[in-house]
């Protein structure tokens, strides 16, 4: 259509391009003016007036439905008047989408009007996807310290439930220890055969206290010399 190549041949003079329209499945729905990357899907119709109907097509209309009784044929119908309509479809509620042949003018003589709109709606756009951006940084940026504090609570908890076990531990080993000392000191009045049955048991025993007791075993605490993470640091 020769009316909507002059269009497109204005729009690429000011460095706009014209690319396929298509839908969000990525099917082709026509012509698109393209600035910064935003697309315009162009759509041009017919407009139609609206004239009574006939007896001749009330009549025919009570023939093809019969069951709507209740019903009066349709009064008047619309009809292709000839004159053209340019819409842009992908408009939001609030521009400007459509010009149309009348009183005011034809469509093509409009068409400088129609791509300063354009030109106004990718300015509104360009700042709204400026702001897209910022909220999708902003919005990284606080999944990233959401992490971080999961990682440090994950952190926090493990070195509260590793004191914890290295306290009982501990006290488990003390508790060992008094015991064999005790047990060693009554072994004292036993004879020989039964002192040394015992001292095999207690040497076994001390060396389990050693074993257990975090305290003899200060490489493996965490953040000594080499061993599992540090603690975080805790805010004064």
Not at 50 to 72: A, L
């Amino acid at each position: 259509m020769v009316l909507v190549h002059t269009l497109f041949r204005l729009a690429e003079t000011r460095g706009y391009e014209i690319v396929a329209a298509e839908d969000s499945w990525g099917v082709f729905r026509g012509v698109a003016i393209a600035i910064r990357g935003h697309r315009y899907a162009v759509k041009i119709s017919e407009l139609t007036s609206s004239i009574p109907t006939s007896e001749t097509e009330r009549e025919r209309w009570r023939k093809d439905h019969p069951w709507r009784t209740d019903e009066d044929p349709p009064p008047r119908k619309s009809v292709a008047n000839g004159r053209l309509k340019l819409t842009f479809p992908t408009f939001i509620e609030g521009d400007r989408s459509s010009w149309s042949e009348g009183p005011r003018g034809s469509l093509e003589s409009k068409f400088i009007r129609v791509l300063d709109e354009l030109e106004a709606r990718a300015a509104r756009d360009d700042v709204r996807d400026l702001e897209r951006a910022r909220q999708e940084r902003e919005r990284q940026r606080l999944v990233r310290e959401r992490e971080e504090h999961e990682r440090l609570e994950r952190i926090e908890e493990g070195n509260r439930k590793r004191l914890s076990a290295e306290v009982q531990a501990w006290r488990r080993a003390e508790e060992i220890r008094d015991y064999i000392a005790a047990l060693r000191k009554r072994a004292i009045s036993l004879s020989e055969i039964e002192r040394a049955r015992i001292e095999g048991w207690c040497d076994w025993a001390e060396q389990l206290a050693s074993d257990v007791d975090p305290l003899q075993n200060i490489e493996a605490i965490p953040g000594l010399n080499g061993g599992d993470e540090n603690p975080p640091k805790r805010d004064p």
